[in-house]
């Protein structure tokens, strides 16, 4: 089952440029089944309720977003993991590119 996020009144900002999904010896993941690499890019998501900080995983090119853009984020997946005591929620996305005619103040 794959629980996708409501992404609807929500406004996405990158805080880093997109980076290479590393394993625990500095080598690019890739997606399994299609073997395209995979990129994190951390963005600020805000709504009507406050804004948290998140990191989104995606697969293929790497995603043309830079610090400050405001983003489109396109089927937004909250993953729940759990590994050695510890727990969260990754999150990925089919793609993410700069919201078309729109840019933050720097």
């Known amino acids: 089952m794959k629980l996708f996020v409501n992404t609807e009144g929500k406004q996405f900002q990158a805080t880093k440029d997109p980076a290479p999904k590393n394993d ?4 690019q993941k890739s ?9 994190s890019t951390q963005v600020f998501v805000l709504d ?3 804004g ?7 697969a293929g090119e790497k995603p043309d977003v830079t610090v ?3 983003v489109a984020v396109e089927q937004l997946e909250a ?6 005591g510890r727990n969260g929620v990754a999150f990925r996305a089919t793609t993410l ?9 720097k």
């Open 48 to 50: 009507n309720t406050g």
């Open 68 to 70: 400050g853009q405001l």
């Open 79 to 84: 993953i729940p993991w759990a590994t050695n």
């Open 24 to 27: 625990p010896n500095g080598i």
């Open 31 to 39: 997606e399994k089944g299609t073997g395209r690499p995979m990129w």
């Open 52 to 58: 948290e900080i998140i990191t989104i995983t995606t």
């Open 97 to 105: 590119k700069p919201k078309t005619g729109t840019s933050a103040a």
